[in-house]
T-cell receptor, first 113, second 114 residues
Framework: QKEVEQNSGPLSVPEGAIASLNCTYS??????FFWYRQYSGKSPELIMF????GDKEDGRFTAQLNKASQYVSLLIRDSQPSDSATYLC?????????????FGAGTQVVVTP | DVKVTQSSRYLVKRTGEKVFLECVQD?????MFWYRQDPGLGLRLIYF???????EKGDIPEGYSVSREKKERFSLILESASTNQTSMYLC?????????????FGEGSWLTVV
């Protein structure tokens, strides 16, 4: 079982709609969770991180964390064509694994005009 | 802004060649990483360094070695390149402990082994 799981997509979203991305993780002791965006041929860039249960909002992006259910999600409101990218979920390990992010394989999002 | 620089963006090497990928960060970060990214497999950690001259194996260290002689520089070495090492290689750095301990990536190095 992979440590961080994401649906590969593609997730097709009409322009202006909400894109909802999900991520589950296996290490119950994980403390920090990150969402990265990666455009084709480019390196990942951080969107936001979250470490407390609940919601965290930053502009059009909202991260949601539920540690009891071991999932983290990302909502993109008012989706724009420029949001078309692959979104990577990453989880920070604990103990000996601290500092070494485990990445999901990513969800491809396609925003259609 | 954090800057992680990978000096070689595109390389083509022959099977059996020794390959050096260099990475420099300018934010005095303790931690540095080398990942490779392949379609469908996502990002996989090759090696990790949390201090000068210190290194730890990641998930896929076979066929690779690393060197960290200075805090700002972390090199990935392919002792004898093989075609299955054709990939995009990403260097990254992060500060030491902290809950929002973000990893910052370089622009990537595309390596083709023929």
């Amino acid at each position: 079982q992979k440590e961080v799981e994401q649906n590969s997509g593609p997730l097709s979203v009409p322009e202006g709609a909400i894109a909802s991305l999900n991520c589950t993780y296996s290490d119950r002791g994980s403390q920090s969770f990150f969402w990265y965006r990666q455009y084709s041929g480019k390196s990942p860039e951080l969107i936001m991180f979250i470490y407390s249960n609940g919601d965290k909002e930053d502009g059009r992006f909202t991260a949601q964390l539920n540690k009891a259910s071991q999932y983290v999600s990302l909502l993109i409101r008012d989706s724009q064509p420029s949001d078309s990218a692959t979104y990577l979920c990453a989880v920070n390990g604990q103990g000996d694994s601290w500092g070494k992010l485990q990445f999901g394989a990513g969800t491809q999002v396609v925003v259609t005009p | 802004d954090v800057k992680v620089t990978q000096s070689s963006r595109y390389l083509v090497k022959r099977t059996g060649e020794k390959v050096f990928l260099e990475c420099v960060q300018d934010m005095d970060h303790e931690n540095m990483f080398w990942y490779r990214q392949d379609p469908g497999l996502g990002l996989r950690l090759i090696y990790f360094s949390y201090d000068v001259k210190m290194k730890e194996k990641g998930d896929i260290p076979e066929g690779y070695s690393v060197s960290r002689e200075k805090k700002e520089r972390f090199s990935l070495i392919l002792e004898s390149a093989s075609t299955n090492q054709t990939s995009m290689y990403l260097c990254a750095s992060s500060p030491t402990k902290g809950r929002g301990n973000t990893i910052y990536f370089g622009e990537g190095s595309w390596l083709t082994v023929v």
